[in-house]
């Protein structure tokens, strides 16, 4: 491709994407396309002769969009809503032109530096010590099992006998990281009435390892879980952790960035004595996927599990600059921190604070329209942006109803099972989502009840 063929194709792509953008309302969340239609509208083999851009842009929006699930739609309401905002998709694009591999701090001196300084601002914004650590995965299921295996380093000796703690709502990447790293044993602590962890179970749990001659090594607690985004208490289990010396892992992916609304700052009390810390900017702060921060108070021991540096990438600056390669198993690294960087820089804490904090108070309106409707009922306290509603009509009705919705290209909502019962989930975290679409979609959901 020419320079200029290069600009003609761009304007064209840029010019899609702002019309996408534009008119996203008019979208289905959810893409009709079943199983296997978008496979079969595709040739079997890569072609032998290149094509043509005007082929490949056509066939992406004949083909590729309608089967793509739109997750930048303001109505889409399923599992954790999420946000790429304008910012954040410009800096991927720069990021793809100058492809680089940020392993060592020479390879891009600038991937490394920024890196360091977003999640330094970050930090702050989240109002997490100074001494902490952070550095940006992919993701947080990656993140934690990083934040699992220097549990486990620091806890040396064999892994079959060391205990994970966590409870039955904490998100599944944990119990697959502990099956991964081989630790032994992962169990999980009873929940209060609103699913958060209960620390005297967790006393208990620990001190009933150790008559058995087990060896606690870990317990991680969520700011925000993933059916109803119960808040653990931090402070509560960090007393535990520091009782028995347990690495502290604390998993904010979704709800970590509350904390950068000050009247919500308290959602994080706690993390400040964790070990380990993750918080998703892809998730709830219009960052494009993938962009998951992770932070540490001891990086040493993340880099004592991590480092192993082949000749071929010892450089002459090792000992005066970071090289994130020897903080993680990946050796190549992508330029995640410049999307931050844009979105950060673009938003400003204020504004990012306001969405957040908007996204709570409509969720608190919505459970309030919900509890207004005696066909429906809270099925969980709403302590972020996520209601959890029941149709009181049982299980059936409740699933008819989120068939009909996401059916209806509409709203996509996602379900959850509390104590057997089925529950559908209301996600508010889109930066387009407006009051009058949260509105929009319960009057829709309550026509269709
Ligand atoms: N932690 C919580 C509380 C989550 O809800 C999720 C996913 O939704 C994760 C971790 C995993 O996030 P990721 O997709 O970044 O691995």
Redo the contacts with the bound molecule.
Sequence with gaps: MTPEEFRKYGHETVDWIAEYMEGIRDYPVLSKVRPGELTASLPGSAPEKGETMEAILADFRRVIVPANTQWNHPRFHA??AVGAAPEGVLAEMLSAALNVNGMLWKSSPAATELEMVTCGWLREWLGLPDEYFGMIHD????G?MHALAAACHAADGSRSSLVLYCTGQT?S?VEKAAAALGIGHVRKVAVDGRWRMDPAALEQAVQSDIVAELRPCCVVA?V???AVAAIDPVKAVADVAQRHALWLHV?G???GPAAIVESRRGVLAGAERAQSV?V?P??WMNVPV?C?VLYTRRPEVLRETFSLVPEYLRTAEDASAVNLMDYAVALGRRFRALKLWFVMRAWGRERMAAMIDAHCRWARELAEWIEADARFEVAAPVELSLVCFRHRGGDEAGRALMEAINGSGFAFLSHTVLDGRFVLRFAIGNHQTTREDVRAVWERIAGLA
């Design positions: 599992y954790f993701t947080a299921s990656t934690v998100h990447s969520t925000g879980t993933t998993d992916a979704y709800g993750i998703n892809h998730k993938d998951s």
